[in-house]
């Protein structure tokens, strides 16, 4: 060969070289095993050893006190209860602040043929003078019981231009959670049109264009309000029928020129129509559907309104049934129950997750930047923050995770053998199941 010749075959080579090397990453697998050791880190779509996620996010309409107590017995303590023993699972729940509603008869909030005043809520009616279940909302808000705002309260009317939510209800409302240290960063809207203070969906035709909580002209405006206290997202009123998907995030734009992360909720089955009453658990939970879930490796949230029904207790057998089916799916570790707030964290910090990966030797040390979020930005994590997030490796004992420059407790991670692709995995521990029966020392409503 020629010296020309060799050049060619050199530059050739080279040039073949970084064409793999940029196009295929793995093709350097074959040659060298050290660099196939970090190549092969990647993120494990859910904490081991689940393959789905979970959440429910129920609206407090027509929940009384009581009722409450009495479901949250069930689904989240193992105590015995009227329903059965506990299933212990992670369900966290909303709250209203305000009632203004016109809707008290014939309309029955439970067995005892209770009326709208009953229901629990922050303050009494719209007066922001008079707490009513105030202490009670604020205990379960630090239990992790309550973990999102069904908007300011129910301000449903028979006359749906009788719409009283304005902006000073709005600040007095803010004023007050923040005073009880309730900072929930989840909104959901709630109610018929009269309830002008919904967001997130307005179009000038249509369903939603009553909507005005975003818009700066008018008198019902608080979104700037809302943000400022740190609300990053919202259910904007659009029911789904899809079970499951693999992020239930979206970017809304607000009309004052903000972003929020929308969020789906599952509500309603195509054929059957609404299925978010307590009466339809056992609809939403079939075992096909949770099957494909997993299947899937999708997470959904499921809308109900736990507290809607007037039976002598919350869930008769058929739907309490149908919790039992879930809580076996989590059980056999393949769906994870979470409350809506760490679901929707869980997925932010997941797909928007800012990493790096150091390697020396057979050692892999998975460096966590933190997360940035498209709308929000760039933000600095804790823990907390980024509880779930797993990541495949080749050996786990040898793999290490870093937030910053501060490495992770060994009681914060979690070294996992080979899951059902047959990779093993290092993890940092989701947050520790609590059953404690928080009704023994709760305030009553
Ligand atoms: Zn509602």
Redesign the pocket.
Known sequence: MRITERKHVAILSLVLFIICGSLLSGCVRWTDPKVSAAENVEMRKFPYPYRSMVAFAS?I?GTTPQEFVQYHRFLNTEEMTPMGQGLGLDVGDSFFIYDATDDTHPHYVDYQKDTAPKVMTFFNGLDIHSKKDADMIAYYWKAGWIDSM?GYGDFNHSNKRQALCTRPYAKAAWDALKEEGISPDIWIN??NEANKQNFGAYSKFGFASYQQGDNPGSPFYHTDLLLHNGVRYVWNSKGDSTFGMNSVLFPIALRDGHKIWGFHRYSADKKIGWTWGPNAIYLQLTDNRLQDLVNKQHLVVIAQHFGGGNGAVPFNKKNADAFRLLASYQRKGDILVARTSRLLHYNRARDFLKYHIVRNGDLVKINIDGIQDPIFGFQHVTVDDVRGITFYVPDPGKASIFIGTKELKASDIVRSPADFTGRKSVGIAWFAPVTYDYTKMAPKG
């Open positions: 609206d309409d069904h709630h109610g």
